[in-house]
């Protein structure tokens, strides 16, 4: 199994010959995440690793988005630490985070299971990380605009302000990151693999040599994470 680059790479983080590890290129992300799940695994206190990106335009436009790269349809659980672990991701990249839970719902505009889960997700959310600038559920607009915000939710904190968005299941983070890049010119940095004892990224495959140094320093970077 070790004769496996991605296997290879992740024993070397694993055992401190390295501080991180950048695959993908020439990997799916299974094939990349795989070895990181079974040897480094996640940190204690989060079950599950996510995948986030910081989306940049210009050189003082930035937002992070997750999950856009592991998780099909989270819990409220698993979705409550996604945000918690994106606020911290967030923080690497000079973001204060001000964290919207999104769904096609504000503030019980609309019934559905769908906005259950992410209701309860930031319920738990708020319990587990107290002081975090955290609320939801937000539609986007209502998340970003703040004149909406008004309309919409006039109470809180983060609507209208927020720059860290977690979306509900992987389908609308994947089409919501790629719709921001290549209609709104963002740069897409990432995926970050969020939550492991160690880092570990994963590049799109066929990604060029900036993403490639990119991703690099955001790995190095995550070793500041407490």
Same mark, same amino acid.
């Given at each position: ?9 992740? /024993?070397?983080?694993? /055992? ?18 795989? %070895? ?14 996510? +995948?986030?990106?910081? /989306? ?40 204060? %985070?001000?964290?919207? /839970? ?10 559905? %299971? ?21 609320? +939801? ?57 969020? +939550?492991?004892?160690? %880092? ?27």
């Amino acid at each position: 199994m070790v004769k496996d680059p991605n296997y290879f790479g992740t /024993m070397l983080v694993y /055992m401190g010959k390295a501080d991180g590890m950048v695959s993908g290129a020439v990997h799916s992300t299974a094939d990349t995440v795989r %070895p990181a799940l079974q040897i480094i695994k996640t940190r204690p206190g989060v079950s599950r690793t996510s +995948g986030a990106f910081i /989306m940049q335009r210009g050189r003082d436009e930035r937002y992070l988005f997750a999950d856009n790269a592991i998780n099909i349809d989270p819990d409220a659980q698993t979705l409550a630490e996604i945000a918690i672990e994106s606020a911290k991701t967030a923080k690497l990249f000079d973001i204060d %985070p001000k964290v919207a /839970m999104l769904s096609f719902s504000t503030k019980g505009s609309a019934k559905a %299971p769908q906005v259950d889960k992410v209701v309860e997700a930031t319920a738990l959310a708020h319990q587990q990380a107290p002081d975090l600038a955290l609320d +939801g559920e937000l539609q986007f607009d209502a998340a970003f605009v703040p004149t909406v915000a008004k309309l919409k939710a006039p109470d809180s904190k983060v609507a209208g302000n927020a720059n860290v968005f977690i979306f509900p299941d992987l389908q609308s983070g994947n089409i919501g990151y790629k719709i921001a890049q290549r209609l709104g010119n963002f740069e897409a940095i990432g995926p970050i693999l969020q +939550g492991l004892n160690k %880092p570990v990224s994963d590049l799109s495959r066929g990604a060029n040599e900036e993403d490639v140094y990119k991703v690099a320093l955001i790995t190095a970077a995550q070793n500041l994470i407490d």
